[in-house]
């Protein structure tokens, strides 16, 4: 049984490892380096269909499929081939067929694309579930909607951003320590401002926040305060807690002994 390990022969026969991979791209090493005539493939199904048949009753099993085609299905949800194992058999040139392991029925040959295989229109269905879309409807093109425009003002300082967090505690939503220089007993309001507010620059500040810390990212300006103000051309929204809070312009300060707590 082949593992998850891809070996090679050099020039001398002696056998090296090229690094980590699946069995179905060890087979189709082995195939190039050996310039086999084809290369089979061995799976839990009998070829390449239409669509999941598990799903589709009515799915039908392809005789043939060009590389381009497998790849853009296997990269989009079928779970019969590897993208990756396929392009390395486009990079190489190896025509390989997927067939069951069970029974010695015809499976799906892989190749080149054939004259004949440009007379059809779609060639399958393939269904990702692990993915969502979100649509935003509706949003103004005007600058500031998109993205709002806040301005923080502290201790005589102003610092633009399109998104502020405001913390007393060094965590924030779970265990991401934004605010990993706050002290609940220095009177101060540790605050991040965040100069974009897209999901991609979200993630890249999650990503700096996990490694380094805010103070890690040097976009991002990270500043302790007794009290401040965040203004913005137009309204925007303040959540307090998953909450809704309110409206700029809103100021925040430290009220000394503001909460009071009994401990049986």
């Known amino acids: 049984m082949l593992q998850h390990q891809s070996w090679t022969l050099s020039g001398e026969g002696d056998p090296r490892k090229i690094g980590s991979c699946s069995p179905a791209e060890i087979r189709k090493t082995l195939a190039a380096v050996l310039k086999a005539a084809r290369c089979e493939i061995y799976t839990d199904v009998d070829g390449v269909y239409t669509a999941d048949p598990r799903m589709e009753p009515k799915a039908r099993k392809m005789g043939e499929i060009s590389y381009d085609e497998m790849l853009e299905l296997a990269s989009t949800g079928a779970k019969v081939m590897q993208a990756r194992s396929v392009e390395f058999a486009k990079k190489f040139g190896v025509v390989f067929e997927v067939r069951s392991s069970f029974h010695r029925t015809r499976g799906t040959m892989v190749k080149a694309e054939a004259r004949s295989m440009e007379r059809v229109v779609v060639r399958g269905v393939s269904l990702e579930k692990n993915q969502a879309k979100v649509t935003l409807a509706g949003v103004a093109d005007r600058p ?121």
């Open 144 to 264: 500031g909607v998109a993205a709002p425009h806040l301005r923080v003002k502290a201790e005589g300082q102003e610092f633009p951003g399109a998104m502020v967090l405001i913390g007393n505690g060094r965590h924030y939503g779970g265990p991401f320590r934004f605010f990993p220089k706050a002290d609940m007993a220095d009177g101060k309001l540790d605050v991040c401002i965040f100069p974009k507010s897209g999901p991609l620059d979200l993630l890249w500040y999650l990503q700096g926040v996990l490694i380094g810390g805010p103070e890690s990212l040097p976009e991002v300006k990270y500043l302790q305060t007794p009290a401040l103000t965040v203004e913005a051309n137009e309204k925007v929204a303040l959540e307090v807690d998953g909450e809704y809070g309110g409206e700029t312009p809103v100021t925040f300060r430290l009220e000394k002994k503001g909460v009071e707590v009994i401990v049986p």
